[in-house]
């Protein structure tokens, strides 16, 4: 795994996509982190093998 692109694609995804991730931010911007893995590993690129 690529650690950097997965970096990558965790900042994309809090920064300038949490709606087209469907990530819920709180008042204070935070998202669980239990949101974000599920959000992550929807992709196929960084789902976790068997």
């Known amino acids: 795994m690529d ?12 920064q300038h996509a949490p709606r087209e991730y469907e990530l819920e ?5 935070f998202v669980s982190l239990a949101q974000l893995f599920c959000a992550i590993n929807e992709d196929e690129k960084y789902q976790k093998s068997l």
Do not use: P, T
């Open 3 to 14: 650690y950097i692109d997965l970096s990558k694609e965790i900042s994309y995804a809090l």
């Open 25 to 29: 931010m709180d008042e204070a911007g």
